[in-house]
């Protein structure tokens, strides 16, 4: 499979380059620049000689300084040893998927969820068993449902909150019912995919897998630099793997990758010892923007949208429109200028859902708006 955001992307500079205006509301990065600290620290690493290979499994003081801002944010402690540094967010789903993965076996993934999950369970030959993600109850799970799905052939549950792309958070309830129940099933791994752990909204709080004693020796937890310091093109994220995990981890970096770029490194130390006064202020803004387009996609014919509880995503719900998720993308790119995502994009059960990524300034995120209603009157 892909990511068909990058196929969006694509057309939408393609028709910026045939002089068209594009609102993009397509891609899933944040609209503002690398606080400037933190590009300096990567400037002056490389002007310090910083420019060889690193340990495979990422600079100490780097694992270090993870291991300290997890202590900081949700109080649990975690090892160094157990802290890997790689190139972004997916390195650790894709490695997470080929240690688990193989003919015969069972992952679960949410559907819609972020499409490499399933792409990459396919790949490596395993069944890909969807957890279903309900508008009705704001993109959260039922933990009884996913319990139910579990079979002996069950190897890995993928979990993303906040989601990509529906902006929901899982509720805290069903992750405890969940956790609770899978002490019953000890042969599952989970693989948390926290990336957006900072972008939560009216006054929500991120719950780490982490933070659970009983699935201590199971969670791989997947966080990075990517969204909460606007370092996507970097190339840098991080994941803590369970002690039994951790060296045949750092086997697949030294296969992979070697390591990450040190500069990098340097830059992402900063970010997490530096001021964090710019990541609050880029997610105050997302929380502002969130409300304006929530509330204007409310005020579209025929589209009704859940409230965005996390992430930089609205999901509405395009069905009465009588358009299919994908009519919707195209009408709205290919007339109306403003690219956005098919849910369809993010698993079959994205059908009459299209993502908007409101990582734009409020101003365009209204032009939009004022561009796709006349298409849906
Ligand atoms: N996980 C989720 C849920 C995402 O939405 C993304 C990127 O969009 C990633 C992981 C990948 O992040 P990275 O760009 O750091 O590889």
Request: charged letters at 20%; hydrophobic letters at 40%; aromatic letters at 8%.
């Amino acid at each position: 499979g892909t990511e068909s955001a990058f196929v969006v992307l694509a057309r939408a500079h393609a028709l910026a380059a045939a002089g068209k205006e594009i609102i993009n509301l397509g891609i899933g990065q944040p609209d503002f620049r690398t606080p400037d600290h933190i590009v300096q620290a990567g400037i002056r690493a490389l002007e310090n000689g910083h420019h060889g290979y690193t340990p495979a499994n990422g600079l100490p003081a780097l694992r270090e300084a993870v291991a300290e801002d997890i202590y900081a944010r949700i109080d649990v402690t975690v090892n160094p040893d157990n802290v890997i540094i790689v190139p972004g967010g997916k390195p650790t789903m894709f490695f997470a998927v080929l240690m688990f993965g193989e003919p015969g076996v069972e992952i679960m993934y949410p559907n819609p969820g972020f499409p490499i999950y399933e792409s990459m369970i396919r790949y490596s030959g395993a069944t890909p068993v969807p957890i279903l993600l309900r508008e009705e109850t704001g993109f959260s799970f039922s933990a009884k449902a996913v319990l139910a799905k579990i079979t002996p052939n069950t190897r890995l549950i993928i979990l993303n909150s906040p989601s990509n792309p529906t902006g929901g958070v899982v509720d805290e309830a069903e992750l405890d019912l969940l956790a609770k129940g899978l002490e019953g099933h000890t042969h599952v791994a989970i693989l948390s995919d926290e990336i957006y752990s900072h972008m939560l909204y009216g006054g929500r709080k991120h719950k780490s897998l982490l933070t659970y004693p009983n699935l201590k020796d199971r969670v791989i937890m997947l966080d990075g630099w990517s969204k909460t310091y606007a370092m996507t093109g970097w190339r840098i994220g991080y994941a803590v793997w369970p002690e039994t995990m951790v060296e045949h981890a750092t086997r697949l970096c030294v296969n992979d990758h070697s390591c990450v770029n040190a500069s990098a490194q340097f830059a992402a130390l900063a970010a997490l010892k530096g001021p964090q006064d710019e990541v609050h202020e880029m997610i105050e803004s997302f929380d502002q923007r969130r409300k304006t387009i929530v509330a204007e996609l409310n005020n579209l014919p025929n589209v009704r949208c859940a409230d965005a509880a996390g992430a930089f995503y609205a999901f509405p719900n395009v069905a009465e429109t009588g358009l299919s998720a994908k009519e919707a993308q195209d009408l709205f790119l290919e007339k109306g200028g403003v690219a956005t995502i098919a849910g369809t994009s993010f698993g079959t059960n994205g059908e009459g859902f299209v993502r908007f990524s409101y990582a734009n300034s409020e101003e365009n995120i209204i032009k939009a708006m004022e561009r796709i209603r006349p298409l849906l009157a």
